[in-house]
């Protein structure tokens, strides 16, 4: 592989402004900074919103435009992550994304999901595709136990031929999904929460405690194949 490095992560204030949402159906903190570790949260409300989300995004220069994958590329994204999420971490129909690759369509809609992503779902670790069009048990949920994330992704537009290998908390991936109908996939790492089988559907309790996911990101690469 011929690979445009994003490099080692560098100290947590020097990564790239991050993307939150402060509105009442998205409201959560930004994240804060504690070292090499970020802490993404959901507060506690006695009237917690449908989804919630506080999410970073890393590029080497502070822009997304930078740290954007294209069709044909491989991607690889390593680091820690240490969930806290209380009893909604092991209950039926709650999910807590806490990675995704992910980007608009060529409509400039982000619908459909993202083609890859991380999640604790009715108590389990899954990786999966945003809207469950596909999905790989990895394992129960243990809440406040840190967990090493390596994760590489061939972006590939043909179903079968996009290719997803590494490992999550020492469970090993390689598996093939089409991984690519977007102008462009951009990492982020973090928490976005809600419940129900879908992003946008309604159904399990909603924590009215707050949670918190942890993050040290370690790398993230960016390569295209060399010529045969």
Known sequence: MAATLYGSAPACGSLQV???????EWESNAPVCY???????????????????SESKYSPDMTEASARVSVGQTTGFTGWVL??????????????????????NYDGNFEGGA????????????LEQGLLQWWHDLGPYVDGKSVYVDL????SEVEGQGRITGSVGGVAIDVNHKTFWHQYLVWSHGLYRGSGNVASADGGLQPKYA??????????????PLPA
């Open 18 to 24: 991050p993307t939150w949402h402060s509105a009442s």
């Open 83 to 104: 969930p806290k999420l209380g009893a909604a971490g092991t209950e039926v129909r709650n999910w807590h994304c806490v990675a995704q690759l992910i980007g608009p």
């Open 115 to 126: 083609p890859v992503s991380l999640v604790v779902r009715d108590g389990r670790w899954r």
């Open 152 to 155: 590489n992704v061939v972006a």
């Open 211 to 224: 949670q918190t996911v942890f993050w040290k990101l370690l790398s993230m690469t960016r390569s295209w």
């Open 35 to 53: 070292g090499d570790w970020r802490e993404f949260t959901a507060p506690a409300n006695l009237n917690p919103a449908l989804k919630r989300r």
